[in-house]
């Protein structure tokens, strides 16, 4: 069965320094992997995801997560850490098509907090 | 604005209560799904919609129900609503099975 695992409820940042929000991930077959961020009072909103090629994924506001096969992680990251980027964040994975349409399957979500 | 709509944003009921909740797709997705988050559960899909048609269900209750209808949006019905149903309820949609899906704001639903 597919799974995520977000290890840390929460992460604390200074502003400026380097963030890394952490995701592992169990899946059979090819992951397809995705990150989306909640802001209070606000829906889901996609960030990146990972179907195949490079295993270094860019995505909106400057985040990007890398791919490792081997150690099935699938972490989220940014250079320099903004206050604004205190949010929730969920990674997640699809589940296969043949019997589940590909329905999303979420971890519990880490709380990303940047102090300035 | 991801352009996935939903609507009511908040909707306050009592035990026992039916209600139901709406979903606009953005322009051109012909893909519905449904989830529940909440504090307890975290974010749960409930059942998913294809160009009408129901393609797979989660950990939906019996008392809920789904239809998406020919002009593609979606509504989800709770019926014999308990404390427990109280949570978040969210819409998402995408162009195919395969394709990024996009959120809808939720409806916060309060059950007393």
């Known amino acids: 069965a597919q799974s995520v695992a977000q290890p840390e409820d929460q992460v604390n940042v200074a502003e400026g320094n380097p963030l890394t929000v952490k995701c592992t991930y169990s899946v059979s077959g090819n992951p397809y992997l995705f990150w989306y961020v909640q802001y209070p009072n606000r829906g889901l909103q996609f960030l990146l995801k990972y179907i195949t090629g490079d295993n270094l994924v860019k995505g909106s506001y400057g985040f990007e997560a890398e791919f490792n096969k081997s150690q099935t992680s699938f972490h989220l990251k940014k250079p320099s850490a903004l206050v604004s980027d205190s949010a929730l964040y969920f990674c997640a994975v699809r589940g296969p098509f043949y019997n589940q349409g590909g329905k999303l399957i979420f971890g519990q979500g880490t709380e990303l907090s940047v102090k300035p | 604005d991801s352009g996935v709509t939903q609507t009511p944003k908040h909707l306050i009921t009592a035990t026992g209560q039916r209600v139901t909740l709406r979903c606009s797709p953005r322009s051109g997705d012909l893909s519905v799904y449904w989830y529940q988050q909440s504090l307890d559960q975290g974010l749960q899909f409930l059942i998913q919609y294809y160009n009408g048609e129901e393609r797979a269900k989660g950990n939906i209750l019996e008392r809920f129900s789904a239809q998406q209808f020919p002009d593609l949006h979606s509504e989800l019905n709770l019926s014999s609503l308990e404390l427990g149903d109280s949570a978040l309820y969210f819409c998402?949609?995408?162009?195919?099975?395969?394709?990024?899906?996009?959120f809808g704001p939720g409806t916060r639903l309060t059950v007393l």
């Open positions: 998402a949609s995408s162009r195919s099975m395969e394709d990024t899906q996009y």
